[in-house]
Nanobody, 124 residues
Framework: QVQLVESGGGLVQAGGSLRLSCAAS????????MGWFRQAPGKEREFVAA????????NYADSVKGRFTISRDNAKNTVYLQMNSLKPEDTAIYYC?????????????????WGQGTQVTVSS
C-alpha cells in the first residue's frame, strides 16, 4: 500500500504558474504508475496527466497539453505537476493517484490509491 500527500495548491492569477507535489510513502514508489486528476465543483473527476514508472512515458489531457508537465523523482518518492499559463477553467481540486497497472491510464477506475487533494484556484 502507498500513502499520498499533495501540496503546492493555492490562488493564482490567470497566466500564472503553480507546481504541485505529491509525496508518497509505503511500498516502493517506483513500482507505481502515477497520475494527476482534478475535480471542479459540480463536475466529475477528470484525468489531467500520467507518468510511467520510469518517467519516460507521459500522457496529458488535451485541455492541458503544452501547459502542464508531469514529472517524477523516484529517489525522492515524489511526483510533480508543473502548471503554466493557468486559466480560470483550471480551477479545481487536484488529486494525485497511484496505479499498480503496467501502463499509464486516463481512467480513474484503474488507479488504486489516492491523495486527499489540493485546491487550485485561478482568478481572471
Amino acid at each position: 500500500q502507498v500513502q499520498l500527500v499533495e501540496s503546492g495548491g493555492g490562488l493564482v492569477q490567470a497566466g500564472g504558474s503553480l507546481r504541485l507535489s505529491c509525496a508518497a510513502s509505503g511500498r516502493t514508489f517506483s513500482s507505481y504508475i502515477m497520475g494527476w486528476f482534478r475535480q471542479a465543483p459540480g463536475k466529475e473527476r477528470e484525468f489531467v496527466a500520467a507518468i510511467s514508472r520510469s518517467g519516460i512515458t507521459t500522457n496529458y489531457a488535451d485541455s492541458v497539453k503544452g501547459r502542464f508537465t508531469i514529472s517524477r523523482d523516484n529517489a525522492k518518492n515524489t511526483v510533480y505537476l508543473q502548471m503554466n499559463s493557468l486559466k480560470p477553467e483550471d480551477t479545481a481540486i487536484y488529486y494525485c493517484a497511484a496505479s499498480e497497472n503496467r501502463v499509464t491510464s486516463t481512467s480513474a477506475r484503474l488507479y488504486d490509491y489516492w491523495g486527499q487533494g489540493t485546491q487550485v484556484t485561478v482568478s481572471s
